[in-house]
């Protein structure tokens, strides 16, 4: 898992695309030029916190779900 | 052998679709589809902690900012595990203070190895040799290199390469033998009689009417 720890904290870049979903960020596109990482990071990481029920997606875009707002308050 | 060369089965070949892959990699599961858009160079090496490989790995990295210039993304392959590729990573840092930036896909199940064509059972059954697929925005194979175990690419080709293709893609020209960037580029070749005899009014530098370069 590259943006979830074992533990189930976010990485680095986790927490990084997820204050970005959290700032109203939605396409991987948006998020990897405020986060700047590298768009197919994103796209990965975004399917990831997806499937750990930390972010929800909606066709191409992301949004925080309350499991997700929940890990970076 | 014969096992090997049965699964190896389709050689992809320039002009087709790269074939489509998710794979575990030192930067997590990365699907192909997660390149689309950019440039992708995936490349294959026969193991880590290996001296060549390594010296590759280094070379990779110094043109790696080059690469970013040209919106293109590195992604190397082996078929060893993940848990190998962090720990020969993390020691070429500490032996070299090269830093590596790029994925490498951890192949143990020899699927995107097998897909890509990267096992020559000739040179070796069990590792890759060193391929390099250069893919293309549309995740079209543009180039494909193959080089034995025992020598290590040379990473003024592949950037040579990158940018006669993104020329070529940019301008509808091809590019002659030896070209680098500035260099005159060579205008297609005319379909009929009456474009081979206008091309010559047009100013361009013609050998004959088959062979003319243009200034970009």
Known sequence: ?????????????????LRALQAGLGSPEEIAKDTGLPLF???????ELAEAGLAKQR?????????GAKLIK | ??????????????????PAFEAVTTHGVLKLEDFKGSWLILFSHPADFTPVCTTEFIAFTEIHPELQKRGVELLGLSVDSVSSHIAWVRNVEEKTG?????PIIADLSKEVSLDYGMIHPGQSKTETVRCVFIIDPNQIIRTILYYPLTTGRNMDEILRIVDALQTTDKNAVATPANWRPGDMVVVPPPNTQEMAEERLKQGYECT????????L
């Open chain 2, 208 to 215: 004959d009417w088959y062979l003319c370069k243009k200034k």
């Open chain 1, 41 to 47: 990071r994103v796209r990965s990481g975004l399917r």
């Open chain 2, 1 to 18: 052998m014969e096992e090997v060369k049965e699964q190896i089965g389709h050689m992809p070949r320039i002009g087709e679709p790269a």
């Open chain 1, 1 to 17: 898992m590259a943006c979830i720890s074992p533990d189930g904290k976010p990485t680095e870049s986790g927490s990084k695309m």
């Open chain 1, 59 to 67: 066709d191409d875009r992301y949004g925080l779900s309350e499991e």
């Open chain 2, 98 to 102: 090269v830093k590596i930036p790029f």
